[in-house]
């Protein structure tokens, strides 16, 4: 029942506008549909959807984290960085993936100890983690990684998948499975819903937030790290901007941004519409700087399709209740 429901609902809707895009992509460009366009279109923003899916569960848990692009770009310059200095890099990985874990509990901290919103705190750090990585590179660019690393996110694994992709299959497998199949999953929405009462049931707030920020930290040094590892290079602007791309396809996914309301499919199918929009503009010869408006558009509305719903829906039920009320002769 609750899946026949998603049916009808936003996920249903998101279905249908993923199938219009992919038919007016097809009708664009006869290279829509091989193998190597499908392929090539995740791989060129494997990194983003990565994040997207812990970014799903900050957001259902009420708070956001716009630190992410810029802890991906640290993770980047920091295995750079350690790489040029004579670190080996798999040690360098390992540092890094604790620079990730350190970044998401100094969010965690200012959020839950010292009460501070996460849109602040995160707004923060996105410029404190940013400078860092321009510290650390400057505006010279760092490259000569091992043939094993740039094979991380270059080479194919099995069949056309690199290993990025496979982790997405297996990070978003392994968070669906957590959130909606599992005791913390439930106090995720349950937080995200209201977390004053959360706190009164005996759920330990801070506890279930600091978890989710700490993940958030680990998973985006591990996706910069995937991604110096595609582009094989790394610069103090790595990963810039890609924060706008991850919260909306989060937001697009039917995710309130009030908290306590969303799922993994409906982020999934908005990863796709994303991923297929911008792919179409770039076989249609669309410059980057529209198909940014054009996200930027897609944010506006996923945040505000779910609140005209909702004024909608309260209009509506009014509406019949004073017909009810008052029959019309």
């Not at 957001?59 to 790489?83: H, K, Q, R, T, Y």
């Not at 604790?98 to 959020?111: D, E, K, Q, R, T």
């Not at 707004?123 to 400078?131: K, M, N, P």
């Not at 990070?171 to 009164?200: C, T």
Request: net charge positive; glycine share 14%.
């Amino acid at each position: 029942m609750n899946g026949l429901k998603r049916l009808w609902g936003w996920e249903g809707f998101l279905l249908a506008v993923l199938l219009i895009i992919m038919a007016v992509n097809t009708g664009l460009s006869d290279h829509f549909l091989t193998v190597g366009n499908q392929v090539n279109l995740f791989q060129l923003s494997v990194e983003k959807i990565i994040v997207a899916v812990i970014m799903t569960l900050i957001i259902i848990n009420g708070e956001i984290d716009l630190s992410v692009a810029s802890m991906m770009g640290l993770a980047a310059c920091a295995f750079g960085w350690m790489f040029n200095n004579g670190v080996p890099a798999p040690l360098a990985i390992v540092f890094v993936l604790g620079i990730g874990a350190l970044g998401g509990l100094l969010n965690a901290v200012f959020i839950t100890r010292v009460g501070l919103p996460s849109l602040v705190v995160t707004l923060a750090t996105l410029i404190g983690f940013r400078g860092i990585a321009r510290i650390l590179v400057e505006d010279r660019g760092i490259s000569g990684f091992p043939d094993w690393f740039n094979a991380l996110g270059q080479q194919a694994l099995i069949g056309p998948f690199t290993l990025s992709l496979l982790l997405f299959v297996v990070i978003f497998i392994g968070f669906a499975i957590l959130l909606h199949g599992s005791g913390f999953g439930r106090k995720v929405f349950v937080v995200g819903n209201n977390a004053a009462m959360a706190a009164y049931s005996g759920i330990d707030v801070a506890s279930v937030k600091t978890r989710l920020f700490v993940a958030s930290g680990v998973i985006s040094a591990l996706a910069g790290l995937l991604y110096a590892a595609r582009v094989g290079a790394v610069r103090g602007d790595a990963a810039n901007g890609f924060e706008l791309d991850i919260i909306t396809m989060v937001l697009l996914g039917g995710v309130s941004i009030f908290g306590g309301v969303g799922t993994l499919l409906g982020a999934l199918l908005s990863i796709l519409i994303v991923l297929n929009l911008r792919n179409g503009m770039a076989l249609a010869d669309v410059t980057g700087h529209i198909q940014t408006g054009v996200i930027g558009l897609l944010l506006i509305l996923s945040v505000g399709m779910p609140n005209l719903k909702s004024t909608l829906g309260r209009h509506m039920a009014r509406r019949t209740m004073r017909e009810k009320t008052w029959p019309v002769p």
